[in-house]
């Protein structure tokens, strides 16, 4: 387009002048070797542009004549790497679909029309139809080859990786993921196999100097970067807590300035300000996540911020939780636990139930249960609460890649993610009752809970007592005296008293034998 313009330009231009010298007539003379050439000015002008123009063409039908076999050859070498990027193209395409007789084929080909210095991609498609005909040696070597050039390491280290992941050879998978990690911090995949491999052997400050380097190269976004940095730190805090408490809280309270619905770095916060015999701190701390995210690892520590409080004064810190975050479910049983500890039974249950009203789980049901065996003892209804925890939807739990851990990790066990554990139901099971809404369930359970039964004492009637048979007199031969014979004894008589199992009370814990009134009846007491 711009050659078009120009040419145009270029036209106007010679039009313009040519009418601006037919405007201004005038003589042209010339004498040259005593010869007087005379002519106008436009047939002058007209005659330097043709000199000019036949000049220009001769000199470019001389330039093409001389140049003509290097054209010839360019041409026929553009052909030929034209046919090799063809072969190549369709070779990448056939190995990445899987047809090895097609992709090698093909490699051939391109290996024919290319020259393989000058083309690294002749490398790849070589490599990876060898992937695909399953000749492993054969694709490590050329991924090793790639790696020890500058223009195909990264791809070289990216082969090497993946083949030692799938023999299982682990620790030359990490360093793969090292080399390249730290030769090119802006890939995705050497970072992360990097991170999670320094995060799987504790190597917290590692991992956090490699985040930062994924942050400052624009791998990860702000918000993901920072989530998973509070995620490290974390980790780091729960191994520090023991040892140093300090070094702990440092890290653990920087994590929630990165992230502060995270759980886990509030509860290590608050067991190392408790550590450091700074309540005021913990407390503040829990009540700032409570207030986020209300959660039972929160209230368990929040309870028992100080070793030698009684269950009253535990009773007010919940009640301090549930005026944070009124009518939550894990409020109303962290008050409900509380007030069970403090055998206040009325508060408990009232709390209980309200919390079954808001969200039905094992753990609500499990709870009336045991102020039911506190409180009355009646193991008809215990039973039945029990019959309801059994039906009502499981507690949440700490979830990753289909395993239930009973504390928080900062990574899966199963494939190494960071930052994998969510507090949820497990298995994908229901969050909540499927009959009715979840009140009519609470309602229908309370309206079926079988009676108090009141203790009570059990009649147990015995055998009177007979009188002992009358002697027969009896007159033995040749003997002038008479001799008594007893009479013979029933059944019941045979066992005296001094048998060790019949002639005795049942051995029982639960019985007890009462007072023998006259009339032959024996009192038993079943408690």
């Given at each position: 387009m711009i050659k078009i313009l120009a040419f145009i330009l270029v036209v106007l231009a010679l039009g313009f002048g040519f009418a601006w010298l037919a405007d201004r007539?005038?003589?042209?003379?010339?004498?040259?070797?005593?010869?007087?050439?005379?002519m106008s000015l436009t047939v002058a002008a007209t005659l330097v542009v043709t000199i000019v123009a036949v000049v220009m063409i001769s000199w470019w039908?001389?330039?093409?004549?001389?140049?003509?076999?290097?054209?010839?050859?360019?041409?026929?070498?553009?052909?030929?790497?034209?046919?090799?990027?063809?072969?190549?193209?369709?070779?990448?395409?056939?190995?990445?679909?899987?047809?090895?007789?097609?992709?090698?084929?093909?490699s051939a080909r391109a290996r024919g029309l290319l020259r393989a210095d000058q083309e690294p991609l002749i490398l790849v498609l070589e490599a990876q139809a060898a992937i695909a005909e399953g000749k492993h040696e054969e694709a490590r070597r050329l991924f090793e080859q790639?790696?020890?050039?500058p223009e195909t390491r990264e791809l070289g280290l990216r082969g090497l990786y993946a083949e030692a992941t799938r023999l299982g050879a682990y620790e030359a998978a990490r360093q793969y993921a090292e080399k390249a990690a730290d030769q090119a911090p802006y890939l995705p995949w050497a970072a992360k196999a990097a991170l999670e491999y320094r995060c799987q052997s504790g190597q917290w400050d590692d991992?956090?100097?490699?985040?930062?380097?994924?942050r400052i190269a624009h791998v990860l976004d702000r918000k993901e970067a920072d989530r998973l940095k509070a995620v490290l730190l974390t980790a780091k805090a729960q191994d520090a807590l023991e040892g140093d408490p300090a070094v702990a809280r440092d890290n653990a309270v920087q994590a929630l300035k990165l992230a502060k619905d995270l759980v886990p770095a509030a509860v290590v916060a608050a067991k190392a300000y408790i550590r450091e015999d700074n309540l005021k701190k913990a407390a503040s701390v829990i009540e700032q996540s409570w207030k986020l995210a209300?959660?039972?690892?929160?209230?368990?520590?929040?309870?028992?911020?100080?070793?030698?409080?009684?269950?009253?004064?535990?009773?007010?810190?919940?009640?301090?939780?549930?005026?944070?975050?009124?009518?939550?479910?894990?409020?109303?049983?962290?008050?409900?636990?509380a007030a069970l500890s403090a055998q206040d039974f009325a508060k408990a249950r009232a709390k209980a139930e309200a919390a079954a009203r808001m969200e039905q789980s094992e753990r609500v049901y499990l709870l009336l249960a045991d102020i039911e065996e506190a409180e009355t003892g009646d193991q008809g209804r215990v039973r039945h609460w029990m019959g309801q925890a059994l039906k009502a939807p499981g507690d949440p739990a700490w979830v990753a890649d289909g395993i239930v851990s009973d504390k928080w990790l900062p990574l899966s066990p199963v494939s190494g993610r960071?930052?994998?554990?969510?507090?949820?139901?497990?298995?994908?099971q229901l969050e909540g009752a499927l009959e009715n809404g979840r009140s009519a369930n609470v309602d229908r359970a309370l309206s079926t809970l079988p009676p108090l039964q009141s203790r009570t004492e059990i009649v147990v009637e015995q055998p009177a007592k007979t009188e002992p048979a009358a002697e027969t007199i009896v007159m033995p031969e040749g003997s002038s005296a008479p001799?008594?014979?007893?009479?013979?004894?029933?059944?019941?008589?045979?066992?005296?008293?001094?048998?060790p199992f019949f002639g005795r009370p049942p051995d029982d814990p639960g019985v007890r034998a009462g007072s023998q009134p006259a009339d032959g009846q024996n009192r038993l007491k079943l408690f």
């Open positions: 007539p005038g003589q042209l003379s010339v004498l040259w070797e005593g010869q007087l050439i005379e039908l001389l330039r093409t004549l001389w140049t003509s076999p290097h054209s010839v050859r360019r041409y026929f070498r553009a052909r030929t790497r034209d046919r090799g990027y063809q072969a190549l193209s369709t070779g990448l395409i056939a190995a990445g679909a899987g047809n090895a007789v097609m992709a090698r084929k093909m790639m790696a020890n050039d991992a956090i100097r490699l985040l930062d380097q994924q209300p959660h039972p690892e929160l209230a368990t520590v929040y309870l028992r911020l100080r070793s030698g409080d009684a269950a009253v004064d535990r009773v007010k810190r919940a009640e301090r939780l549930e005026s944070l975050k009124p009518n939550n479910p894990e409020a109303l049983l962290a008050v409900a636990e960071l930052d994998a554990f969510e507090w949820k139901m497990p298995f994908g001799v008594a014979k007893p009479a013979e004894a029933s059944p019941s008589q045979k066992l005296g008293p001094a048998d």
